[in-house]
């Protein structure tokens, strides 16, 4: 249940956070803990923290915006959702003089990467997709269900997708009328090159337009829509801006979403259409999350209070510091090399080897503490992943370091873990 204004959960989630502000931000540069002194929690927190990729942990500032009703036509609803377009794509490095467009569409993030592929790409036209996760392989199955035509070049999901594999594939056959791709691919944890794929389309391909699902990047790491020649961004409310589940946007190149009209596979996900609407009366098409919207308001001015993508990045980056420094100290191992990790989330391997592992007794351990984690969804291989993602401070991740020591006390497994014997 939503706590009140009054509620002793609220000041709870105010006091644990650190850093309500921007302000904070120094102390937080300066925190330096070794995993020799993990903070321990032997209570179950009040208000869970999630170390997950979104939703994520959120301030109360974000969750009273919530408490005040809206109608969907209300002034003071549709001018918010004036302002936030325009934040967005200032966000990208882009404008409405410069010829873009900020869509929001209601729904999952998913519901934006399908409202843009089912738009965008024309019927004869096709997309070459690259995907080294699961969310690049998203992209192909949405394709499937469209029955857009598509060539997928499936990468390891250990490693970043490979230009020179995009410029073989055109090379094949330069037909494909779009490239699509993921910036930060949640599955392991990699950032992808979106600069180099964007440049080497512009140079050899121009007609060619590139989407990029930037779900997890966006408000963390630069994404310049036009300097990186990126036709479609689409991201969502509740990963890097920290707000809540309930609608996504698409940053567009105006000339691209004018030349989609009447391609739309899908009435309610007709990118065109959305934007359509919200020019031209202000409006949703159909009932908007106003109370998520209102949410995202405040996450969006927290977002430029705490200094922006540079500001974002690195307080999530102290939080990566942190998590690895005391997971490395513990013995885990790290699935993917550090040169292609992000800051983003990790993923870490099983100790399988161990007698006494067992990730559903540690995942429940955690979670009686109210620190929340993510499994693992690798290809092969037995993993768990910690975001650093979200309202949570290097104090939250040095408890939850502690937790995970305890955990394993808990199992009876002695740190550093041992490697697991070769194969």
Same mark, same amino acid.
């Not at 032997?42 to 109608?71: C, S």
């Not at 705490?306 to 942190?322: L, T």
């Not at 768990?384 to 104090?395: C, H, V």
């Given at each position: 249940?939503?706590?009140?204004?009054? $509620?002793?959960?609220?000041?709870?989630?105010?006091?644990?956070?650190?850093?309500?502000?921007?302000?904070?931000?120094?102390?937080?540069?300066?925190?330096? /803990? $070794?995993?020799?002194?993990?903070?321990?929690?032997?209570? /179950?927190?009040?208000?869970?923290?999630?170390?997950?990729?979104?939703?994520?942990?959120? #301030?109360?500032?974000?969750?009273?915006?919530?408490?005040?009703?809206?109608?969907?036509?209300?002034?003071?609803? #549709?001018?918010?959702?004036?302002?936030?377009?325009n934040r967005l794509l200032a966000l990208g490095g882009v404008s409405k003089e410069e010829g873009y467009e900020c869509v929001i569409v209601q729904g999952a993030g998913t519901h934006g990467i399908e409202a843009v592929l089912g738009t965008a790409i024309p019927r004869g036209g096709k997309i070459l997709i690259l995907a080294n996760g699961a969310y690049g392989q998203r992209q192909a199955q949405i394709c499937h269900y469209l029955g857009i035509e598509y060539k997928l070049i499936d990468?390891?999901?250990?490693?970043?997708? %490979?230009v020179a594999a995009l410029e073989e594939a055109l090379?094949?056959?330069?037909?494909?009328?779009?490239?699509?791709?993921?910036h930060h691919e949640t599955t392991a944890g990699i950032v992808n090159d979106v600069e180099s794929v964007g440049e080497f389309l512009a140079g050899k391909y121009p007609k060619v337009e590139l989407v990029v699902d930037a779900m997890s990047s966006?408000?963390?790491?630069?994404?310049?829509? /036009?300097?990186?020649?990126?036709?479609?961004?689409?991201?969502?409310?509740? /990963?890097?801006?920290?707000?809540?589940?309930?609608?996504?946007?698409?940053?567009?190149?105006? $000339?691209?979403?004018?030349?989609?009209?009447?391609?739309?596979?899908?009435?309610?996900? %007709?990118?065109?259409?959305?934007?359509?609407g919200l020019e031209t009366t202000g409006q949703f098409r159909f009932t908007p999350p106003t109370q998520v919207i209102m949410a995202f308001n405040e996450a969006l001015q927290e977002w430029e209070s705490?200094?922006?993508?540079?500001?974002?990045? %690195?307080?999530?980056?102290?939080?990566? %510091?942190?998590i690895c420094t005391g997971m490395e100290e513990m013995g885990f191992q790290y699935y993917v090399e550090p040169?292609?990790?992000?800051?983003?989330?990790?993923?870490?391997?099983?100790?399988?080897?161990m007698p006494g592992w067992d990730f559903d007794r540690f995942y429940k351990f955690l979670g009686d503490r109210g620190l929340v984690i993510y499994p693992g969804k690798l290809s092969s291989g037995l993993s768990?992943?910690?975001?650093?993602?979200?309202?949570? $401070?290097?104090?939250d991740c040095q408890e939850l370091l502690g937790a995970i020591e305890d955990a394993l006390t808990e199992m009876g497994i002695s740190t550093p873990i041992p490697p697991p014997p070769s194969s």
């Open positions: 249940m939503l706590p009140t204004s009054q $509620s002793p959960n609220l000041v709870r989630i105010a006091a644990t956070s650190s850093l309500q502000n921007g302000c904070a931000l120094a102390g937080a540069a300066k925190h330096s /803990k $070794s995993a020799s002194s993990f903070a321990t929690a032997t209570r /179950k927190r009040e208000v869970p923290l999630l170390f997950t990729p979104g939703p994520l942990t959120t #301030t109360a500032r974000v969750k009273e915006a919530m408490l005040v009703d809206l109608g969907s036509r209300d002034t003071r609803f #549709t001018d918010v959702v004036v302002g936030i377009r990468f390891t999901d250990r490693k970043p997708v %490979d090379g094949e056959d330069p037909s494909f009328t779009h490239v699509g791709m993921v966006m408000g963390a790491y630069d994404l310049p829509v /036009k300097a990186w020649n990126v036709s479609y961004a689409i991201s969502s409310a509740n /990963k890097c801006i920290e707000g809540v589940p309930g609608f996504c946007f698409a940053l567009c190149k105006r $000339s691209s979403l004018v030349a989609a009209e009447g391609n739309a596979r899908s009435f309610c996900l %007709d990118l065109f259409a959305q934007w359509k705490e200094g922006g993508v540079e500001g974002r990045f %690195d307080r999530y980056k102290q939080n990566y %510091d942190i040169e292609h990790r992000g800051v983003i989330i990790t993923t870490f391997m099983q100790p399988s080897h768990f992943r910690l975001g650093t993602i979200g309202r949570i $401070s290097p104090d």
